[in-house]
């Protein structure tokens, strides 16, 4: 019999911890891992609430002290985090009968964690990159920019392989950090389908339809952080050009700091009774949210994967989304969703308009885009994926004088 | 025995009273037959040297340039001081016998070795935060603070260099009285003393 795979996750967010995308993407992978066979240790902050050690669907999950000091700001905090998180996961590692054979860590904001792991037990380290501070950041303007951007390059550099979860990352972090391309492994990000299967089976969607939009109107949903580059401004000044065509209702899902000056321009353009900010919303009722929606549109303007869109495709809602980075990958225009020029009004306009109008496109593109999910985009794909890339890495290893 | 001393100075960088004190330390461990390792930072001369007085350095630089502070500085500095030191412990098969930490700097660095190799150190406190920055407690010192408590909290012994050291640390950290250890520079018996402590961290292994 083949000898277990053992496997460290490093990450600073973990369900219930949700901060972005980086929490359901390391559950979904970790569950994925563990059921083909892999044993999977997650290290990850604490969450009040939520126990510091369990096991999850097979999945060895550990909360760390987070660093609960008041810190100067993030980027320290982040740093002394990964002191404790290292420390914890040294003492785990140590004690562990079945020894970690490849640690995993998710994002500059656990590298120094990895970085001493990789060196202390002399094991691999790979890294994902789910995004970069200069793609975040559209540039590097400060000295914190600065040095989250170098903690990345060394990141990049000290792992063994780098995964991205596009081919639109994959270049960006190449040319980012001047990585060889044989470092560089595509890996995309999946989703449960099981889980909208069930929300469409079991819930009353119509009745709870009725609290978000009238009976008459579409409607059109956009999920997603109200920050600059996902695009939201984008979306709400294309309104006036789409209801000229369609009665609709836009729904806008998510918090951050643009969330006042959003309102103020939907204020200022007399559209109030047409647009629903709903702020954070919990996770069932967003799933049904999204089972619901008539279209889900992603107007982002940098976007390294897309999630959201996959998530929509899931929900068997027709997607409209930017053609820019991973999302511009996910969506083939016409077959499975409609893609339209990035920070573009007319375009956008043009595209939801377009899939409002015509209900039998609509379905086409439910249909296209399910089957496009089920093909490359399950969990149990992507889990086996990732542990060719771990097998491919420690039979170089094996040949190393570190093995 | 086999020790490696993490100091964050060290000649030809000198920057307080470190560099000198573990000079010296480390060339009289040698001529006690200790063989004697020693980490430290410098931001080019790299790499593992012996120097003339028989005490073998590696020094490692930041791989971070940029920062924000020196404890973003510090933070990022501690890997490469972990894995200079993981290559001396798996090159001297796999056997140190103590690490003894200068200051708080390269306290993470201990304790993570500690953890995951289960390497013993030594806390040795040249100065306390409290006193570098008499009443401040903004989220910057405590940050410093909270590495040092660390220190004393995952130390097997803790060494100070006076009386009034002494008090203080048990004051501040309410550090056990058993747990610290006076080694005076200027006694006859200083590096036997040293040696002592030692001795006593790693569980009396590896005699001088």
């Known amino acids: 019999m083949k000898r277990q795979l053992s496997v460290m996750f490093l990450t600073w967010e973990f369900p219930p911890r949700v901060i972005g995308g980086i929490s359901p ?11 083909n066979g892999v044993k999977v240790h997650v290290v990850t902050c604490d969450f009040p609430g939520a126990p510091d050690r369990e096991t999850l669907d097979g999945v060895e999950v ?20 990964n002191l404790n998180m290292q420390k914890e996961a040294a003492a785990i590692a140590s004690k562990l009968e079945q020894k970690v054979d490849v640690f995993h860590a998710h994002d500059w904001l656990v590298a120094t964690a990895g970085i001493g792991l990789k060196h202390v037990f002399r094991k691999p380290l790979l890294v994902t990159m789910h995004s970069t501070e200069i793609g975040r950041r559209d540039g590097i303007h400060t ?39 044989d470092k560089l492994v595509m890996v995309p990000n999946g989703v449960d389908q099981q889980v909208y299967e069930n929300v469409r089976k079991q819930d009353d969607l119509k009745g709870f339809r009725t609290a978000f939009a009238l009976p008459e109107e579409k409607l059109v949903l956009f999920v997603g952080r109200l920050v600059y580059e996902k695009g939201a401004h984008v979306l709400i000044n294309a309104i006036p050009k789409i209801l000229e065509k369609v009665n609709a209702k836009f729904v806008i899902v998510g918090s ?46 940098f976007e390294p994967f897309g999630i959201v869109a996959l998530e929509a495709m899931a929900a068997k809602s027709p997607v409209v989304v930017s053609d820019t980075g991973g999302l511009g990958e996910i969506v083939e225009h016409d077959v499975t969703g409609v893609k339209v020029y990035s920070n573009n009004v007319e375009s956008l306009a043009w595209g939801i308009t377009k899939v409002l109008l015509d209900e039998k496109y609509r379905n086409t593109l439910r249909e296209n885009a399910y089957r496009r999910i089920q093909e490359r985009y399950s969990w149990d794909r992507i889990a086996q994926q990732t542990e060719k890339i771990y097998e491919g890495v420690l039979g170089e290893y094996s040949k190393s004088f570190w093995a | 025995m086999r020790v490696i001393i993490f100091t964050w100075e060290y000649p030809p960088r000198i920057v307080g009273q470190l560099a000198e004190y573990t000079s010296n330390l480390s060339t009289q461990l040698v001529k006690k037959n200790v063989e004697t390792y020693l980490v430290t930072y410098h931001p080019y001369l790299t790499g593992l040297t012996e120097e003339p007085n028989g005490v073998k350095i590696a020094r490692v630089a930041n791989p971070v340039r940029t920062h924000i502070g020196v404890l973003t500085w510090v933070l990022t500095l501690n890997q490469e001081v972990e894995r200079a030191a993981a290559n001396i412990y798996y090159q001297a098969g796999k056997q140190i016998d103590v690490i003894d930490v200068y200051d708080w700097h390269f306290v993470p660095a201990a304790t993570t070795l500690k953890n995951a190799l289960g390497i013993p150190f030594v806390y040795s406190v040249d100065s306390l935060e409290d006193h570098r920055s008499p009443g401040a407690s903004s989220p910057f010192n405590m940050g410093i ?44 018996t200083w590096v036997d003393d040293v040696l002592k402590v030692y001795a006593q961290a790693s569980g009396g292994a590896g005699k001088p």
């Open chain 2, 145 to 188: 603070k909270s590495i040092e408590w660390l220190g004393f909290y995952e130390a097997a012994a803790v060494t100070v260099k006076s009386e009034w050291m002494r008090d203080e640390v048990i004051r501040i950290y309410k550090v056990p009285k058993e747990k610290i250890q006076l080694v005076l520079p200027s006694s006859k």
């Open chain 1, 25 to 35: 993407h390391v559950l979904y992978l970790s569950k994925s891992l563990a059921k």
């Open chain 1, 256 to 301: 951050g700091y643009m969330k006042d000056q959003l309102s103020n321009i939907v204020r200022s353009m007399g559209l109030e009774h047409k647009v629903l900010f709903t702020g954070f919303m919990d996770e069932a009722s967003l799933l049904k949210l999204q089972c619901c929606a008539d279209v889900s549109v992603v107007p982002s303007l």
């Open chain 1, 62 to 81: 550990y909360r760390v002290d987070s660093y609960k000091n008041p810190a100067p700001d993030f980027a320290t905090w982040v740093y002394l985090m």
């Open chain 1, 143 to 181: 000295s914190t920019e600065r040095m989250i951007a170098e903690t990345e390059a060394w990141l990049t550099y000290e792992a063994w392989k780098v995964i991205c979860c596009s081919q639109y990352m994959v270049s960006h972090v190449k040319w980012a950090f001047g990585l060889p391309d």
